[in-house]
């Protein structure tokens, strides 16, 4: 923990910077690093303050949803704990300052030398007063913190498709104790709902915004609100139509790296959305939406029709709202007949793997999502999957078998990527090499 400290400070941050060209960070650069000699009592204050740090730094991260240390939103959280982020954030520049004290006399930093290396961090603390480090990741598609209402509201899908825990924000759950700083990481964040234990709702990964249908997730979230005590702000169903996904998105990339795990799947206009968990997803999945959400008795195109046909019953007796009605619902059932033939022609083959990745598993899919950024995003990973740029996927494998196993003979990290080693075959030349060393 002491050494933990010192990594974090600001002295030796410097130092580091003054080795770097072009902000290439290398191991070489951290070896030639110098590393004070530290007194026991010294270093068990370090220790100390290393991990009031770390705690304090855990627990403002309990409120962020792709946290391995989520609890619950913020809006929740307070309620249910003595969580105040304003104080932590004061506490954590406090202990900051006192550790770049230390380490600035540990290294022996004249107080020219501590403006230099304060000032070359962004910083203008001086050892007693706030730190501000304007080091955050600036990528444009990085994840960004989001307003309590839009955290609430997040969790709330989360919990209906069972990935959250509901119980901690009413107390018949107790929080997750906190772990040792060198624990090995777990497989799940403590506000996630355990193995085992039965969800808000039961699903099996496939919910919808359908007003009336037994799995529909506006009303779902609505439920969950009112079973916290949890006032329903506005229009959830709008929130979930026109808010949500670019929310998600953005709430699950970053470094360039997308991967949502809520997908809305919808009609042509929008005015129907299946959304599926990425994590429950099998090559089954699709066939469930067409069978059981689609077609089948109690289908939307069951229903549907049904409503057409009453609507035409009454002839000439309809009202003008009854015929726009009827024409609505007409142009409904044409696009729900798209979007199930989509997926039937798609559904046979499709083979989701998750080692392969959200962008590419999802990308066969892109004619269905109807966020143009992210749809543009997976019409491009679909085309390069058909170049053949991503042929170590499981999806490729599944696709185009004969492509992908023509080059594993060539190629053998693909051959391992797809447990086909016995296809390589070693160049002449290599070949020959090891028959000269072996002799």
Request: with cysteine; proline share 6%.
């Given at each position: 923990?002491?050494?933990?400290?010192?990594?974090?400070?600001s002295?030796?941050?410097?130092?580091?910077?003054?080795?770097?060209?072009?902000?290439?960070?290398?191991?070489?650069?951290?070896?030639?690093?110098?590393?004070?000699?530290?007194?026991?009592?010294?270093?068990?204050?370090?220790?100390?303050?290393?991990?009031?740090?770390?705690?304090?730094?855990?627990?403002?991260?309990?409120?962020?949803?792709?946290?391995?240390?989520f609890?619950?939103?913020?809006?929740?959280l307070s309620?249910?704990?003595?969580?105040?982020?304003?104080?932590?954030?004061?506490?954590?520049?406090?202990?900051?300052?006192?550790?770049?004290?230390?380490?600035f006399?540990?290294?022996g930093?004249s107080?020219?030398?501590?403006?230099?290396?304060?000032a070359?961090?962004?910083?203008?603390?001086?050892?007693?007063?706030?730190?501000?480090?304007?080091?955050?990741?600036?990528?444009?598609?990085?994840?960004?913190?989001?307003d309590?209402?839009?955290?609430?509201l997040?969790?709330a899908?989360g919990?209906?498709?069972?990935?959250?825990d509901?119980?901690?924000a009413?107390?018949?759950?107790?929080?997750?104790?906190?772990?040792?700083?060198?624990?090995?990481l777990?497989?799940?964040?403590?506000?996630?709902?355990?193995?085992?234990?039965?969800?808000?709702?039961?699903?099996n990964?496939?919910?919808?915004?359908?007003?009336?249908?037994?799995?529909?997730?506006?009303?779902?979230?609505?439920?969950?609100?009112?079973?916290?005590e949890n006032e329903v702000?506005?229009d959830?169903r709008?929130?979930?139509?026109?808010?949500?996904?670019?929310?998600?998105l953005?709430?699950?990339?970053?470094?360039?790296?997308?991967?949502?795990?809520y997908?809305?799947?919808?009609?042509?206009?929008?005015?129907?959305?299946?959304?599926?968990?990425?994590?429950?997803l099998?090559?089954?999945?699709?066939?469930?939406?067409?069978?059981d959400?689609?077609?089948?008795?109690?289908?939307?195109?069951?229903?549907?029709?049904?409503?057409?046909?009453?609507?035409?019953?009454?002839?000439?007796?309809?009202?003008?709202?009854?015929?726009?009605?009827?024409?609505?619902?007409?142009?409904?059932?044409l696009?729900?007949?798209?979007?199930?033939?989509?997926?039937?022609?798609?559904?046979?083959?499709?083979?989701p793997?998750?080692?392969?990745?959200?962008?590419i598993?999802?990308?066969?899919?892109?004619e269905?999502?109807?966020?143009?950024?992210w749809?543009?995003?997976?019409?491009?990973?679909?085309?390069?999957?058909?170049k053949?740029d991503?042929?170590?996927?499981?999806?490729?494998?599944?696709?185009?078998?004969?492509?992908v196993?023509?080059?594993?003979?060539?190629d053998?990290?693909?051959?391992?990527?797809?447990?086909?080693?016995?296809?390589?075959?070693?160049?002449e030349?290599?070949?020959?090499?090891h028959?000269?060393?072996?002799?």
């Amino acid at each position: 923990m002491a050494s933990m400290a010192i990594f974090n400070s600001s002295a030796y941050s410097f130092l580091v910077s003054l080795q770097i060209a072009a902000g290439s960070y290398e191991a070489g650069v951290i070896l030639r690093t110098p590393f004070p000699n530290i007194e026991k009592s010294v270093r068990n204050t370090l220790s100390n303050l290393s991990f009031q740090a770390w705690s304090k730094k855990r627990r403002l991260d309990e409120t962020t949803e792709t946290s391995l240390a989520f609890v619950l939103p913020a809006e929740l959280l307070s309620r249910v704990s003595d969580h105040h982020p304003a104080a932590l954030e004061t506490e954590l520049t406090d202990i900051q300052s006192k550790i770049n004290a230390i380490a600035f006399d540990l290294y022996g930093f004249s107080e020219a030398d501590r403006a230099a290396a304060l000032a070359s961090s962004g910083s203008t603390n001086d050892g007693s007063g706030d730190v501000v480090d304007d080091a955050d990741d600036t990528e444009e598609d990085s994840a960004e913190a989001i307003d309590r209402t839009d955290g609430l509201l997040a969790w709330a899908v989360g919990v209906s498709f069972g990935r959250f825990d509901w119980r901690l924000a009413t107390g018949e759950r107790e929080p997750v104790p906190e772990p040792d700083p060198f624990d090995p990481l777990p497989a799940k964040s403590p506000g996630m709902l355990p193995d085992c234990d039965e969800p808000f709702h039961a699903q099996n990964g496939i919910l919808v915004d359908d007003q009336g249908h037994p799995h529909d997730l506006p009303r779902l979230i609505e439920e969950l609100l009112q079973r916290v005590e949890n006032e329903v702000p506005g229009d959830v169903r709008s929130w979930l139509r026109r808010e949500f996904f670019p929310l998600h998105l953005k709430q699950y990339s970053k470094s360039r790296r997308k991967a949502p795990i809520y997908w809305p799947l919808s009609t042509t206009s929008g005015s129907y959305t299946l959304w599926l968990y990425y994590p429950s997803l099998t090559g089954q999945t699709l066939y469930t939406v067409i069978n059981d959400f689609i077609e089948g008795p109690n289908g939307k195109l069951a229903r549907i029709r049904s409503d057409i046909a009453g609507f035409r019953e009454k002839g000439s007796a309809r009202s003008r709202d009854e015929d726009r009605a009827l024409e609505a619902l007409q142009t409904l059932e044409l696009e729900l007949i798209e979007l199930r033939d989509l997926m039937l022609q798609i559904a046979p083959t499709y083979r989701p793997n998750h080692d392969d990745g959200v962008q590419i598993t999802a990308a066969p899919l892109w004619e269905q999502f109807r966020h143009k950024p992210w749809q543009k995003v997976l019409k491009d990973t679909w085309a390069k999957l058909k170049k053949g740029d991503y042929d170590w996927a499981h999806l490729a494998m599944t696709y185009w078998p004969e492509r992908v196993c023509e080059k594993c003979k060539t190629d053998k990290s693909l051959a391992i990527a797809h447990d086909l080693e016995h296809l390589y075959v070693e160049p002449e030349s290599t070949a020959r090499s090891h028959r000269n060393i072996d002799a």
